[in-house]
């Protein structure tokens, strides 16, 4: 699955378009190498061919022209009618020199033999016999140098008839029997490569010589020389080139042929194509080897590259989700030194800044918890809490609670009990962040306020009673429409000013910012005496707003946990107008 998934997307593109920028180069390198070497080898072998061919046709020539040469000797000196002992004895020795020669008969210049030597016949000397109209001499006295066809003896040795005459008249002619199985000698000596050689046909394609003598011998059987023939006919003209064809055991073979001047043979020399074209199949297996290896570390290269290239991609990929996904503290770690690495830096600084960015977002909404929004967003533009650590410090603390709530919460089903009491805290909870005041706690019906801390602020008794009027009016409000549904409770706020000791209290997965002194006790206790409508606040939160808001002594009141009375003053929520909190938010 895992392999399936990498083989997709910009691995797959990135590895097939590397692997053809260096797989397609070699092979085309490879074919073009391939083909050129194929050309010039063939070209070599052509030439080849051709060299070994004319040569052995020069041999064959040689050959021939040795033996006519030789008889040229019998006709460089006039006849006279006198019997020529020189001449019978020289024909002798040559016979003896020349073994290809079986018989030998001298003419003298009237057409009459004077002399017929022979190595299986009898000699005749000066048998004067006319020969005048044979057809070697007239055919000798046309052309200086006679070559009849060639003639199997009894169906097996070629033979050849060769006649010559002298420059003049009077020196006669000799003709000659040749026995060609003696070329032999010539054409086994001719070797091309390790098994190519080469072999003669006449005129009409019968073969007279070739390495294999029991050929020759049944050269004159149309069987035997009809393959010779085809490889003949498959060359066709000189000059074209080498030719391919078949030889009798059907295997494939390059040919060239030359004609051998005078006897108008023709030499072919044949060599097997697969051992012609061996160095062809060497370089082929050559080239195909290295464009399997090129084509290897092509795919090797390509895959490396193709890693190279994706797995960067791959870990932003997995770095940018587990970030996506919450993880700020994840790092992506990609050590290119290019533009991927600056982009997983780009990448780790975003995190960084999305950690430090959640950070403050708990952090607010910790301090939202007991602060109001503005003033927590000003705690934390500050970016100072130290004002949360616990210190003594001058606070008016408020507490409220409904009147009759226990009777009325026991009288009703919980659900409704649960609507009242949101309804309740709604409009309180408005008021307190209306007013920058810190809601310290709620239970119930009751709750605690805390104005001037943990941020002080300006005319914080003042703030307090404002804020005291507001949630009266808010509440009273609301009490009227549960009274015409029918429940019967009220709602009283009582007020102390005072030194207190504030901060956070609690263990590390909770913490609350409370207040602790006396001043809560008696806030407390004021809004434990305070009646429906009333609002309670204590002689130092009197002086405090004395002449700036209606107050009424209401008397000195014995408070539980105080030893003495304390004078008690009340202000009507009614007689004081709706009035904004100044400079709410503000931290001095």
């Not at 699955?1 to 990498?6: F, L, Q």
């Not at 010559?164 to 000698?185: H, M, Q, T, Y």
């Not at 970016?383 to 507490?399: H, K, M, Q, T, Y």
């Not at 400079?583 to 001095?588: A, K």
């Amino acid at each position: 699955m895992i392999v399936r998934e990498r083989f997709r997307g910009l691995f797959q593109k990135y590895l097939l378009v590397l692997f053809m920028a260096v797989a397609i180069p070699l092979a085309v390198n490879g074919i073009i190498e391939a083909w050129f070497g194929y050309r010039d080898q063939r070209a070599r072998l052509d030439q080849l061919l051709g060299v070994q061919a004319t040569s052995a046709a020069a041999e064959i020539h040689d050959f021939i022209f040795g033996i006519t040469n030789q008889l040229g000797w019998f006709v460089q000196v006039p006849w006279s009618d006198e019997p020529d002992e020189r001449r019978r004895t020289e024909a002798l020795r040559l016979l003896r020199q020349a073994p290809a020669i079986v018989d030998l008969a001298l003419i003298d210049h009237k057409g009459l033999e004077r002399l017929y030597v022979s190595r299986i016949g009898l000699n005749r000397i000066e048998s004067r016999a006319d020969r005048s109209a044979d057809p070697a001499v007239v055919g000798a006295r046309s052309a200086q140098v006679w070559f009849s066809d060639v003639s199997y003896h009894r169906g097996s040795e070629p033979h050849l008839t060769v006649a010559v005459v002298g420059n003049r008249p009077s020196v006669g002619a000799v003709v000659a029997e040749v026995n060609l199985k003696l070329i032999w000698d010539v054409i086994s000596a001719i070797k091309v490569g390790k098994s190519g050689f080469a072999f003669v046909l006449d005129r009409p394609g019968r073969l007279i010589a070739h390495p294999d003598i029991s050929l020759v011998l049944r050269g004159a059987e149309e069987a035997t020389s009809r393959p010779f023939r085809i490889i003949r006919d498959a060359i066709g003209p000189a000059g074209a080139g080498f030719a391919t064809s078949r030889d009798a055991e059907g295997r494939e073979i390059a040919a060239v042929a030359a004609p051998v001047a005078g006897p108008d043979w023709t030499v072919i020399v044949e060599q097997p194509l697969s051992e012609a074209y061996a160095p062809i199949y060497a370089a082929l297996w050559r080239t195909a080897t290295l464009l399997a290896a090129g084509t290897i570390f092509a795919a090797l290269l390509a895959y490396a590259l193709a890693h190279r290239m994706t797995e960067p991609i791959r870990v932003l990929e997995e770095g940018t989700e587990r970030i996506g996904a919450g993880s700020f503290d994840h790092r992506i770690s990609i050590e290119t030194g290019d533009e991927f690495q600056r982009l997983a830096n780009s990448f780790n600084k975003m995190a960084a800044e999305l950690a430090l960015g959640q950070e403050h977002q708990e952090r607010i909404a910790k301090l939202k918890r007991f602060l109001a929004p503005q003033v927590a967003d000003l705690v934390d533009r500050a970016g100072d809490d130290s004002v949360l650590d616990g210190r003594r410090a001058e606070v008016v603390v408020i507490f409220c609670d409904l009147r009759g709530f226990t009777a009325f919460s026991a009288a009703l089903a919980p659900e409704e009990v649960m609507n009242v009491l949101s309804e309740y805290y709604e409009v309180l909870g408005k008021a307190i962040t209306q007013f920058a005041a810190t809601l310290i706690s709620f239970s119930g019906d009751g709750l605690m306020v805390l104005v001037n801390a943990p941020v002080p602020v300006e005319e914080p008794a003042l703030r307090a009673v404002d804020l005291a009027v507001e949630m009266q009016k808010s509440v009273q409000r609301l009490i009227a429409g549960w009274r015409s549904r029918g429940y019967q409770v009220g709602f009283g706020i009582g007020l102390a000013s005072g030194a207190a000791t504030v901060g956070r209290i609690g263990y590390a997965d909770r913490f609350d910012y409370t207040a602790i002194g006396s001043v809560v006790n008696l806030a407390a206790r004021l809004c434990a005496s305070a009646a429906d409508r009333e609002i309670l606040i204590d002689a130092e939160v009197a002086e405090r707003v004395r002449g700036k808001r209606p107050l009424e002594r209401l008397g000195d009141r014995q408070i539980k946990g105080f030893d003495e009375a304390i004078p008690v003053f009340g202000i009507s929520f009614d007689t004081v107008a709706d009035i904004k909190p100044q400079g709410s938010g503000v931290i001095r």
